[in-house]
């Protein structure tokens, strides 16, 4: 399968592997769920689920053990959910699955821990730009910031194309491009998964920042 049918929907982490599911059987397969702890640019770290399903399944068993360090490099997923009796409120998670031919796992015994994911695809959704409060590192500051889904076609386990719509969220510099629905970009950002306590509440999105961010428009809108 072309790159061309399939986008550009990659995450890559390496870090210590905080959870090992081992493998199960749904009746549609075979599979393994590895939590990886990757970092977050501050000291600390973001969860990110990997799933793999039969010989993935297998793979990632064996390789991401509970302790160890891996590098993983697979398809962006964004997960959403609903718990019981809060119904409108949407929980979200960006995961990883393995289901290409260039997703892997292996055994990362050094080198620095990694968290990014690379984006081409069609924006399906701009939000107005707005203002956040930013703090990282003790810096506080205040900045733009603009929320998109980007869709971003990946092969699933069963070899069938999905077309899920990731969501990115741009701050700062980036906002100046002007991104709208219809457009087509390709970006390089970070994995950020949150946890909020009262009410406990999932926020996951890719994000895109910093004073030369990775981020353009291959192909603007048509006009209507």
């Not at 968290?115 to 081409?120: E, R």
């Not at 719509?165 to 994995?191: C, M, N, Y």
Request: glycine share 12%; charged share 25%; proline share 3%.
């Amino acid at each position: 399968m072309s790159e061309t049918e399939t986008g550009v929907c990659l995450g890559h982490v390496r870090g210590t592997v905080s959870a090992n599911f081992g493998v199960k059987d749904t009746g549609k397969g075979n599979v393994c769920e590895a939590v990886v702890q990757a970092p977050d640019g501050s000291g600390g770290f973001y969860e990110v689920r990997v799933s793999g399903w039969d010989a993935r399944a297998k793979e990632l068993v064996e390789t991401a053990k509970k302790g160890t360090r891996v590098q993983i490099t697979g398809g962006l997923v964004n997960s959403e959910w609903e718990k019981d009796g809060e119904e409108g409120k949407t929980n979200r998670r960006i995961q990883l699955i393995l289901s290409n031919d260039d997703h892997s796992v292996a055994a990362a015994d050094a080198g620095d821990d990694m968290n990014s994911a690379n984006i081409a695809g069609l924006v399906t959704f701009a939000g107005e730009v707005g203002e956040m409060n930013w703090e990282k590192n003790g810096e506080k500051k205040k900045l733009s910031k603009q929320f998109l889904f980007v869709q971003t076609p990946v092969k699933a386990h069963d070899g069938s194309i999905k077309k899920p719509s990731v969501p990115v969220e741009i701050l700062g510099k980036a906002t100046e491009l002007g991104i709208k629905k219809g457009d087509r970009i390709e970006l390089t950002g970070e994995i950020r998964n949150i946890v909020l306590e009262d009410p406990k509440t999932h926020i996951g999105v890719i994000q895109v920042t910093g004073p030369d961010p990775q981020i353009k428009i291959v192909e603007a809108a048509q006009a209507a």
